[in-house]
């Protein structure tokens, strides 16, 4: 089970009533053959986020704090950009921690810490240093202000450690490293390099409408996007609240800059309204196709709050509140209750729907209107940011039908592998059962995160750059948001995972001197998730200020 780190959440009933209506071909939708189907993967699109400093505690210019790393209108840019400015003057704000909480230090005021450092890392790194962060040697110096500290008892009965340099690739430092543990929502780093390997960045998950010519059925086909939303005007402006399995703040979901949000079952039904009327139907039999997922929809940890059941149609991730994001109650059957709603939305255009049931859509259907995601690239982002295990679990499965694989937990397991193997990451003695962490008997070794971040960190895979920049800030956003306080904060970019037992990190800093590192911290047997975590968070601070890689 994961550890509750959450607050009270709104109940309320299911959002949507049955539509009474005519009751047409029921035989049609059971007698159907499963064949999943998913949309065409679109060419990756090349880029790089670059990023230059004199220094690594130099300010990056606000455009390119733009272009870089999740969004956020509380804001992780916002934040970002702000901290990088004061930088550049020779006093600068406390943000608050002044006396009578002023936003002014006393005396001679320390400029906040630059994200500039840990922004610059997404410039690429192996093969050659961006301008201001240097390779680091190594050496027992390293050993001997890490080891104390992952000794501490917090991190309970098992750990596992690795520290690289991602100018070089070379591990810095190993504490069985290449043993398999529990990895907890660091698994979503995993599920991020192999999605955007297998789809590509630009790839989006497309919901559409399809009629029977011959049954004038009209069917909800789901194309296995997690974040639809049947809220009236989201645009993911409104996207805020707790993480996705219950392990902080969470940042709303619109992709800064580009007035993007999540794909609305409104506007399809809309234009499937107007599409109905321009062939004078104004009546139909609705159903609803989930074959593009195959097997249980049920994750192996049961009923739980941190997920929905996972399923290839659902809206608003299924949440029976009003919440964004972080644990909440959801509805038994998200099919059928996107369907139900899907339906209301229809009647409010003048068409008559039935009460949805299951089917599958023909290759005959005519495809009457589609709304699609966001690109995987800022699904990424959320997905690491927020700790989102509904959008991990759709990605996961998404990936394995690139594969070849079918789109269950079965096909996830083999396809996650596959795909990190083939990018020559150390795979073995892993285990992938899920996309999001939640299972326990996932195993990923301290070596494979670090090879991870590393991989993502290459100038020569454009294409993994939002495993970087989705990873949460440190005392700014996602799931790092309030940690970080004493020290840390802006310089550590991280994935946390923690589940009842299990703690772990990972992600990127920028040292003292200038040297970018990756790191993964991974503890198993703890008995106070608090304490835990404090130590993660005390071995990552030392590594920003010790000067010892």
């Not at 974040?227 to 993480?243: M, N, P, Q, V």
């Not at 269950?408 to 150390?426: K, M, N, T």
Request: some cysteine; charged content about 20%.
């Amino acid at each position: 089970m994961v550890v509750p780190e959450l607050r009270p959440w709104r109940a309320a009933g299911p959002h949507a009533g049955r539509t009474a209506g005519a009751v047409r071909p029921r035989l049609a939708r059971a007698a159907r053959a499963v064949a999943p189907q998913f949309a065409r993967v679109t060419r990756p699109k090349t880029w790089q986020y670059t990023a230059g400093a004199a220094t690594a505690g130099l300010a990056l210019a606000a455009g390119v704090v733009t272009a870089v790393g999740p969004w956020d209108s509380m804001g992780q840019r916002t934040a970002e950009r702000d901290r990088a400015v004061a930088m550049e003057h020779a006093g600068g704000a406390d943000h608050g921690r002044g006396p009578g909480g002023s936003g002014t230090a006393s005396g001679a005021p320390r400029p906040a810490p630059s994200a500039g450092a840990v922004l610059t890392g997404l410039g690429g790194t192996a093969g050659g240093a961006p301008d201001g962060v240097d390779a680091g040697p190594g050496g027992t110096a390293l050993a001997d202000a890490l080891g104390p500290l992952l000794d501490d008892p917090a991190l309970g009965t098992r750990r596992a450690a690795s520290v690289v340099d991602l100018t070089t690739g070379e591990r810095l430092y190993g504490l069985d490293a290449d043993t398999p543990l529990t990895p907890a929502s660091t698994t979503k780093i995993a599920t991020a390099v192999a999605a955007l390997t297998a789809l590509g960045p630009d790839h989006r998950l497309t919901t559409r409408t399809a009629l029977e010519a011959d049954t004038g059925e009209l069917v909800l086909v789901g194309g296995g996007d997690p974040t639809l939303t049947a809220r009236e005007d989201d645009g993911g402006t409104s996207r805020s609240g707790r993480a996705g399995s219950g392990e902080g703040p969470a940042s709303p979901r619109t992709p800064a800059g580009s007035g993007e949000g999540p794909a609305s079952l409104r506007t399809l039904a809309e234009k499937t309204a107007a599409a109905l009327k321009e062939r004078d139907v104004r009546k139909v039999t609705l159903s609803y196709d989930t074959t593009l997922y195959a097997g249980t929809e049920k994750h192996p940890i049961g009923v739980n709050e941190n997920l929905a059941d996972v399923t290839a149609l659902m809206a608003d991730e299924a949440r029976t509140d009003d919440s964004t994001s972080g644990p909440a109650p959801r509805v038994p059957d998200p099919a059928a209750e996107a369907a139900r709603t899907f339906a209301g939305f229809l009647e409010r255009h003048g068409i008559n729907a039935s009460p949805p049931g299951p089917s599958k859509a023909t290759d005959r259907a005519d495809t009457l209107a589609t709304v699609s995601s966001p690109p995987l690239s800022a699904l990424v982002e959320w997905m690491l940011t927020d700790s989102d295990n509904d959008i991990a679990e759709a990605l996961a499965r998404h990936t394995a039908l690139a594969t070849g694989e079918r789109a269950g937990f079965d096909g996830v397991s083999a396809a996650v592998p596959d795909r990190l193997e083939q990018l020559g990451l150390p795979v073995r003695g892993t285990r992938f059962h899920d996309g999001s962490g939640l299972d326990r008997t996932d195993r990923i070794t301290a070596d494979l995160l670090t090879a991870l971040l590393a991989k993502a960190a290459d100038p020569a895979r454009p294409e993994l750059r939002p495993v970087l920049s989705g990873l949460p800030v440190a005392g700014f956003t996602g799931t790092l948001a309030g940690r970080y306080t004493e020290g840390g904060a802006g310089l550590v970019r991280a994935k946390t995972g923690t589940l009842t037992g299990v703690n772990t990190l990972a992600g990127t800093l920028v040292t003292a001197d200038g040297r970018l590192l990756g790191f993964a911290f991974l503890a198993s047997g703890t008995t106070d998730a608090w304490s835990a975590q404090a130590a993660l968070d005390r071995a990552a601070t030392t590594l920003v200020s010790c000067g010892c890689a």
